[in-house]
Structures are given as C-alpha cells and as structure tokens.
C-alpha cells in the first residue's frame, strides 16, 4: 500500500492534486492529513523568536479537506478519535488494495505546538534595518 502523511498547512499548499489522483488509470492511494488549523511550524518559530507573538499562521477552520476530497471524485473522511483513524486507516488500506481506491483520512487533533523537526536547520531571523518590534502592532 501507499500511505503518505502531512500536515495541514503543508498539504494545503498542494491540494490541487486531488483533482487528478482520482483518475482510474492511477492506482489508489491512502492520504491522512493532520488537521490543527495551524501553520505548525511556522507558528512555533514565530513564538520561539518572537516573546510568543504569531500572526498569519491560522487556518480557516470552516475548510474541510474530507470534504474537498469528495468533491473531487475520491473518498474523504474525517475523524476525531484514535479508534476512528485506526479503523478508517485499515478499512483505507483494504479498500486500496482490494480496489484500487483513494482514500484521504482528515484526522482532527488538538492545537498542541511541538518543536519543528528540523530546527538544526533553522536559524534566528535577522533584524531588517528600520523595523523594530515597537514597530508591531498589539494583539487584540
């Protein structure tokens, strides 16, 4: 079986690939997109860097990847629970293999921030001559 993995904010930028995944000549995939409504790494680089300020790296929650992937002629499903991502996943799986069919798995977790994986790779921002953070304006 194929299975890939990816976050929401990550997955968004290429979503446009479920127009086409769904074509008979190709052969079934399972997807699972991990739902925070964040821009997660980016959000935690900004409150690492920035005294816990963020701005521009929220989701729009009313968007449903299940649903688009619906639209788009393949199966979506959302799930909420770890019970219901291992039995959707498995049912996925078969379905995939028996079938030939696309399944994308939009699984809900919490807004829980982690480090970003490759934060060796990522260096403090530099200061841009005539910007200063009293230049910022205050959360509301």
Not at 3 to 27: L, Q
Not at 121 to 127: G, T, Y
């Amino acid at each position: 079986p194929v299975v890939g993995f990816a976050g929401d904010g990550a997955f968004g930028i290429s979503m446009n690939e479920m127009t086409a995944i769904g074509r008979s000549e190709w052969p079934g995939i399972t997807m699972i997109i991990f739902r925070n409504y964040q821009w997660g790494a980016e959000k935690r680089n900004s409150t690492l860097w920035y005294d816990d300020n963020f701005i521009g790296t929220e989701l729009d929650k009313q968007v449903s990847f299940a649903e688009i992937a619906n639209a788009c002629g393949v199966k979506g499903v959302m799930v909420k629970t770890m019970d219901e991502l291992t039995t959707t996943l498995a049912a996925a799986v078969k379905a995939q293999m028996e079938k030939g069919e696309t399944t994308f798995i939009e699984a809900v977790l919490d807004q829980e921030l982690g480090d970003p994986f490759r934060r060796d790779a990522m260096k403090a921002p530099v200061p841009v001559a005539g910007i200063s953070k009293d230049d910022m304006c205050p959360q509301k």
